[in-house]
């Protein structure tokens, strides 16, 4: 019985996870001994049974694998037992591989977060996709420099407008301090801008 599912996930997690809901993800260039092929592992809130976000953890499985968006989730080691699901479908195995449709099977990972290169002209395919907001900061993507302008005074003109504080999102004190800890990061899920929880929470849920 296939363990992964076409169900549209919730517009936030669940918040009544189990810390035994997660979901494994393996390298498929490396065997399966001593768990040294273990790219990371997921805690699972999405749905009460365990489910996870599939787009969300495509995303992060490809920032750790040097933002390779083009790879894809399989239930074998040899990439033969492809998951084939959509965005804001829900996988509910609990292992997988994240698997390269090329010959670079041992293909490079990031070793940390410190580490990664940010994909400026390379995002992944659901972001450009996100709604936006009516009161959203200003679209740095429609300024242009004039044309006397250098393109360092471009440059330095479109750093400005991204650092203004009108560009921040305001958060409560006690959110502020649990999203520098990495309890929860915002993606979009069904058409929209969520929390989702990388770790168990009591009560943040109901605020996020």
Same mark, same amino acid.
């Given at each position: 019985?296939?363990?992964?599912?076409?169900r549209?996930c919730?517009?936030?997690?669940?918040? *009544?996870?189990? @810390?035994?809901?997660?979901?494994?993800?393996?390298?498929?260039?490396?065997?399966?001994?001593?768990?040294?092929?273990?790219?990371l592992?997921?805690?699972?809130?999405?749905?009460?049974?365990? *489910?996870?976000?599939? *787009?969300?953890?495509?995303?992060?499985?490809?920032?750790?694998?040097?933002?390779?968006?083009?790879?894809?989730?399989?239930?074998?080691?040899? *990439?033969?037992?492809?998951?084939?699901?959509?965005h804001?479908?829900?996988?509910?195995? +609990?292992?997988?591989?994240?698997?390269? @449709?090329?010959?670079?099977? +041992?293909? @490079?990972?990031?070793?940390?977060?410190? &580490?990664?290169?940010?994909?400026?002209?390379?995002l992944?395919?659901?972001?450009?996709?996100?709604?936006?907001?009516?009161?959203?900061?200003?679209?740095? &993507?429609?300024?242009?420099? @004039?044309?006397?302008?250098?393109?360092?005074?471009?440059?330095?003109?479109?750093?400005?407008?991204?650092?203004?504080?009108?560009?921040?999102?305001?958060?409560?004190?006690?959110?502020?301090?649990?999203?520098?800890?990495?309890?929860?990061?915002?993606?979009?899920?069904?058409?929209?801008?969520?929390?989702?929880?990388?770790?168990?929470? &009591?009560?943040?849920?109901?605020?996020?």
């Amino acid at each position: 019985m296939p363990s992964a599912m076409r169900r549209v996930c919730v517009k936030s997690s669940f918040s *009544g996870g189990r @810390p035994e809901h997660t979901v494994t993800f393996k390298h498929p260039g490396y065997p399966d001994q001593f768990s040294q092929n273990i790219l990371l592992t997921l805690h699972a809130f999405d749905d009460v049974r365990g *489910g996870l976000h599939c *787009g969300t953890a495509h995303i992060v499985c490809a920032i750790v694998a040097c933002n390779a968006w083009d790879r894809y989730f399989s239930r074998t080691r040899d *990439g033969s037992d492809r998951l084939n699901l959509q965005h804001d479908d829900l996988i509910l195995d +609990k292992v997988l591989y994240f698997y390269v @449709p090329s010959s670079d099977a +041992k293909y @490079p990972m990031y070793p940390d977060f410190a &580490n990664w290169a940010f994909p400026h002209d390379d995002l992944p395919p659901s972001w450009p996709r996100a709604p936006a907001s009516d009161d959203d900061a200003l679209d740095t &993507n429609e300024l242009r420099a @004039p044309p006397s302008s250098s393109t360092l005074t471009a440059a330095l003109v479109r750093d400005a407008v991204i650092d203004d504080i009108t560009n921040a999102i305001a958060l409560r004190s006690d959110l502020y301090t649990t999203f520098n800890a990495a309890k929860f990061v915002v993606v979009p899920k069904q058409d929209a801008w969520v929390a989702h929880f990388t770790h168990l929470t &009591n009560d943040l849920a109901q605020f996020a």
